[in-house]
Nanobody
């Protein structure tokens, strides 16, 4: 069973940067897309960013220009670089991988933006 382990979350101040990572416990074949979602208290989970096997990326409007998703295929890892963080970015961030008919979720890493 593949496990996804997120890391890199934490408490930062508005305007700070943070990078979260998600590593798969073993190689995953035929990955279609890797992405990041987030869920704030009392809100639905929302897509933040996604990167396809071809390298195309897509971002939520709220993070465009501030967040960058990238991947390292050799390490089975996906990253989310978050710059100019705002209090409204506070949420539990989950990584998600789609590979053929299967998809995998991580347990989440907390990002808190507060002064």
């Amino acid at each position: 069973q593949v496990q996804l382990v997120e890391s890199g979350g934490g408490l930062v101040q508005p305007g700070d940067s943070l990078r979260v990572s998600c590593a798969a416990s073993r190689s995953i074949f035929s990955i279609n897309a890797m992405g990041w979602y987030r869920q704030a208290p009392g809100k639905q989970r929302e897509l933040v960013a996604v990167i396809t096997s071809g390298g195309s990326t897509n971002y939520a409007d709220s993070v465009k220009g501030r967040f960058t998703i990238s991947r390292d295929n050799a390490k089975n890892t996906v990253y989310l670089q978050m710059n100019s963080l705002r209090p409204e970015d506070t949420a539990l961030y989950y990584c998600h991988i789609v590979a053929g008919p299967r998809d995998y979720w991580g347990q989440g890493t907390q990002v808190t933006v507060s002064s």
